[in-house]
């Protein structure tokens, strides 16, 4: 026996134990025995065995006696780490603290627990919402007319305004007591994605009240004559609102707005009052030019001492009516051709009373609290189930044009360029609405999503504006042209105002996604942090003992657990999941463990400078987004009983989510700045090399076919849009006509067979036909068929044309006469 057997022994078991995740007294327990016991069994001396034992004792036996590790050990450490760790801004203590956390601190946890997941209540609508959605929504879209809206109108027409107004399309999530819908967040999201399916414009209309504004701050923390006179109003349109936040000199950084109020008397209603002095220059904002009421968030003073011993109170929200004196309220912005209300609010020195301040003036200087905590309900909904909408009916839109629309005699879908570019659609749109199906299902389940729904925001809005693109090339000069027909255009010109409202998306990705999630999802960061905070020292000693030993074994683990996911290619590992998708919590299994040991190292050696190392940040905030949206799938895929027919979607948006975190954590480890660490993660965490593979092309093929032709799995995907094929909607229209399509591609081939013989001599197609017909190589039935589906999918194929005084006219008076041709 080798001296050294033993001691490998214990090191194996403890190792185990870390795998498992046992206490640290259980791991020693069991070292010692595995220690002691192959001595014994490899015949070692007893005083082979004591020496190795003693040696072991020393290392182990004082990490586990409490008080001796708390003052040799951690007291030191907490020492080191006060200097080092960078103090928060209230603003980032604020932001860290808004919001729960739900699985994704699973995900962050390395050890995922997985049926914490699938234990998760399945959404599903209520009758009423469903009865919502086959009524007043189905009926909203038959009326929405895109183009008159976005060129001819810049606006939704009055019968669209009063319709939503009537139906409470602007008070979803007002409750029924105020006179609003109270709909789910399902729901909400559904409504979003079928309306946004046929006009962004529309859907942006609906969705901003519903989202963070002036309902969502009054429903949390309004007074209660502020809920009672605001609300039902809101609810049934009576009230138009929205929010004031950015301005010129405040984007991203939207805490540093130099709006500003001073508590001082003045008159309101005729009678001298104790009020604010308002002066702000905002811009974008959403609605504003038609807003009846404007939510606006300011800094605000208190020289005179009015309110308190407090001058600056804070950022804090007041509601301003329209009418309110010096309001200047009614321009516009015009955001590419998506013309939704939006526009700039500006005022100097505007008189409010302090009961317009939201929440009355107990909440005066709450505002960056109150906003940040309705941000993550809000932004979990509007933008990712807008994504949704517009990437179903990209990928419904995209499969039937590319079956119908032949070139070079074939269907161009067949073809391996387009076929590329419709799987990637396909993968994407999957990935997407199960995204958007998750947060919409946190928001039902009480949470408050922050990572998540910057996570949906983010991943949403890129994956959409990918899909756009990939539909724009497969559609050729008919996505390009604008006009009646064109169902492409105006939803890619959205796709840069989704990335870039409710937080843009490069510092999304940059500074929140991960910034958050290490923080708030991590299981002992937090802690540490909190503990530090602690005014008793012993008791602060003792809380951050705790967190620092956790944390400690946390690393081990997840050290261990990556290498040996690593070294097996993640094959082992008990987790749920059927035939299929059990290698797929493997992998996610690996991926948790991988992404936890790399945050960890790279807080540890680069401590607070790792929040101005953005790239790096990012990527690991990749490898949580696509941990999360795997995740996400894959409780969809169980929610929806395991449909076989969705697997091709599942495994190809799962294989590029994989590709994604395995490139992303390949980024940090080739920027890592010190380069000894890097070396050292890479050995844990990719021993075996980067073994992960793009999505093949022949899984690529399947999703592509899956969107070419009607089956379960595309109306799937295709669920929630606006598909009726009514003479406002080209895609239901061009949807409805794929099985004929289809049936007639083999009669096709037989025409084209006939052609290829000579003996049809006419030039225009029905004169083909008929000779066709004449000569037996089609069927009476067959020609019929032929020329049904030749007359329609024309209409698919054209596109407008205008006479250039008519598009003249369109700019100047708002009116244009179009006639459409090939
Ligand atoms: C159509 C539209 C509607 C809107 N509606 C409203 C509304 O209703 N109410 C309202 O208050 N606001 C609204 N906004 C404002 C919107 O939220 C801001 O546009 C957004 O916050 C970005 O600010 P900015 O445009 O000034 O860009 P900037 O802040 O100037 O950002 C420019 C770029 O720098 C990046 N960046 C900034 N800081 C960082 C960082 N730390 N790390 C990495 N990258 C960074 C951003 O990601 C972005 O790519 C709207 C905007 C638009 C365009």
């Known amino acids: 026996m ?8 214990a090191l194996l078991v403890s190792f185990g134990c870390a795998y498992f995740r046992t206490s640290l007294r259980i791991c020693t327990g069991a070292a010692a025995v595995a220690l002691i016991a ?69 995900l962050f946890s ?57 139906h409470k399309f602007l008070g979803m999530i007002i409750p029924k007591e105020y006179g609003g819908l109270q709909f789910s967040a399902l729901a909400h999201s559904a409504v979003l994605q079928k309306i946004n399916s046929l006009s962004a414009t529309v859907a942006v209309t609906v969705a901003v009240p519903n989202s963070l504004g002036p309902a969502e701050l009054l429903l949390h923390y309004g007074t209660k004559e502020q809920k009672d006179h605001y609300l039902p109003r809101l609810a049934d349109g009576r009230e138009i609102p929205c929010f004031a936040l950015t301005g010129p000199y405040a984007g991203s950084d939207a805490t540093s707005i130099p709006d500003y109020g001073i508590v ?39 020289p005179e001492a009015l309110l308190g011993d407090k001058s600056d109170l804070g950022i804090t929200l007041a509601l301003l009516p329209r009418e ?3 309001l200047e309220i009614g321009r516009r912005h015009f955001p590419l051709n998506v013309p939704f209300q939006n526009g700039p609010v500006r005022g100097k020195d505007i008189f409010v009373p302090l009961s317009q301040l939201i929440g009355g003036p107990e909440m005066a200087g709450q505002g960056w609290r109150m906003l940040v905590e309705c941000l993550s309900v809000g932004r979990a909904i509007s933008l990712p189930s807008n994504a949704a909408g517009a990437s179903r009916m990209g ?17 161009i879908g067949r073809f391996e360029g387009v076929e590329e570019a419709l799987a990637r659609i396909g993968g994407y749109a999957y990935a997407i609405t199960a995204l958007s199906r998750a947060t919409a299902a946190a928001v039902d389940r009480g949470e408050k999503p922050a990572v ?74 937090l802690k540490e942090m909190q503990a530090v905070q602690l005014t008793d020292y012993s008791e602060r000693l003792r809380a951050f003992d705790r967190a620092l030993f956790g944390h400690i074994g946390f690393g081990i683990s997840n050290a261990v657990r990556s290498f040996f996911y690593g070294v097996t290619a993640a094959k082992f590992g008990f987790v749920p999941g059927d035939k299929a998708t059990r290698r797929y919590y493997r992998k996610l299994n690996r991926y948790a463990a991988a992404l936890a040991l790399m945050a960890d190292t790279a807080m540890l050696v680069l401590g607070g400078k790792l929040k101005f190392k953005e790239k790096l940040s990012a990527r690991l905030g990749d490898v949580l987004s696509n941990l999360y949206i795997a995740s996400a799938m894959l409780k969809r895929y169980e929610d929806q009983g395991r449909p ?142 032929l020329d049904h589906v030749h007359t329609a999918s024309f209409e698919f194929i054209s596109v407008d044309d205008f006479d250039s005084r008519e598009l003249e006219a369109a700019v100047k008076h708002g009116k244009t006469v179009l006639r459409s041709v090939a």
């Open 2 to 9: 080798h001296n050294w057997t033993p001691l490998v022994a």
């Open 38 to 106: 192959v001595g014994l069994l490899a015949g070692a001396s007893w005083l082979a065995i004591g020496i190795t034992a003693v040696v072991f004792a020393l290392i182990v036996v004082p990490l586990n006696i409490d008080s001796f590790r708390r003052k040799r050990i951690s007291a030191p450490l907490l020492n080191i780490y006060q200097k080092i760790t960078p103090t928060l801004s209230e603003t980032e203590k604020v932001a860290l603290e808004a919001g729960t956390v739900g699985f994704e601190g699973e």
């Open 110 to 166: 390395g050890k995922p627990d997985w049926n914490q997941l699938l234990r998760q209540p399945v959404p599903t609508l209520s009758v009423e919402e469903k009865a919502f959605l086959d009524g007043p929504v189905e009926e909203l879209c038959h009326m929405i007319n895109d183009w008159q809206i976005t060129h001819e109108l810049a606006d939704l027409p009055p019968e669209l305004w009063d319709f939503l107004k009537k």
């Open 264 to 302: 001082c008397k003045g008159e309101w209603n005729g009678a001298s009052v104790l009020g604010v002095k308002l002066t702000f220059d905002k811009r974008y904002i959403t609605l504003a030019p038609v807003a009846s009421v404007v939510g606006l968030a300011f800094r605000l003073y208190d």
């Open 324 to 326: 309110t004196k010096g």
């Open 395 to 411: 990928a419904i839109a995209s499969g039937a044009y590319a079956r119908i629309r032949k070139q070079f005699g074939m269907a």
């Open 452 to 525: 998540p729904s910057a996570i949906a925001k983010y991943h949403a809005t890129e994956l959409a504006r990918e899909i756009g693109k990939d539909a724009m090339d497969i559609h050729g000069g008919k996505g390009v042209i604008l006009g009646p027909k064109n169902y492409l255009g105006r939803a890619w010109q959205a796709a840069p105002i989704a990335i870039t409202v409710e937080g843009a998306n490069i510092m999304t990705r940059s500074l929140m996604i991960f910034g958050q999630g290490a923080i708030r999802c991590h299981p002992f960061v």
């Open 644 to 785: 076989a027919a969705d697997l091709p979607l599942l495994a190809w948006a799962f294989h590029d989510c994989v590709h994604r975190m395995q490139t992303a954590l390949d980024g940090v480890l080739r920027n890592f700045p010190v380069r000894p660490v890097a070396w050292l993660m890479r050995g844990l965490l990719f021993p075996l090399g980067r073994r992960e593979e793009a999505p093949s092309d022949r899984l690529g093929r399947r999703v592509a076919a899956i969107l070419c032709s009607p089956n379960e799995s595309r109306d799937r995907l295709g669920e929630w849009t606006y598909l009726t094929p009514a003479p406002n909607n080209t895609i239901g229209r061009m949807n409805a006509l794929l099985p004929d399509a289809i049936a007639a591609e083999p009669v096709e081939r037989k025409f084209m067979k006939a052609l290829k013989t000579g003996k049809i001599t006419a030039r225009d197609y029905s004169g083909q036909l008929a000779e066709a017909l004449a000569l037996g190589a089609i069927t009476q039935e067959e020609c019929k068929l």
